[in-house]
């Protein structure tokens, strides 16, 4: 992000509501709601700001915030495993005990062992061949 970018977030603060509301037609070419505060204004006219600097969300990003909008959460987290940040924690119950998954950056941990794949780790866990994305509920 650039200094302009960041100056023009932070002088927002300093704008009254009036002209964050002239601020916010320019920049969505609709007006503000007409009882709308600088506290409901500002993280809008950010973003908004951000993302013309930027760019906006990707295709993939606003199909699966439609799909969890919509209620449909198979579909928003129906993704290949390389989609997951490492750090990001994975859990499955079978047969009455709960199996965490630890996404790293070069694979997966379980139970303290890494692992190449989340296939090989459902298979660990279930004694058969499974597809791990789909034993862990990632694939319908």
Request: glycine letters at 8%; a positive charge; proline letters at 2%.
């Amino acid at each position: 992000m650039t200094i302009s970018t960041l100056r023009q977030i932070v002088e927002l603060e300093r704008k009254s509501a009036s002209e964050l509301r002239r601020i916010y037609k320019n920049l969505f070419n609709v007006s503000a709601a007409s009882n709308a505060n600088k506290d409901m204004l500002i993280p809008k006219i950010a973003y908004r700001i951000q993302e013309l600097a930027l760019g906006g969300l990707s295709d993939k990003a606003k199909h699966r915030l439609e799909a969890l909008a919509k209620g449909n959460i198979k579909e928003a987290i129906k993704s290949k495993h390389s989609d997951l940040l490492p750090g990001t924690k994975i859990c499955k119950e079978h047969n009455g005990t709960v199996h965490q998954v630890e996404i790293l950056k070069d694979g997966f941990e379980y139970n303290g062992q890494k692992w190449k794949s989340l296939s090989a780790i459902a298979t660990k866990i279930t004694g058969t061949k499974w597809s791990g994305p789909k034993f862990f509920g990632m694939r319908g």
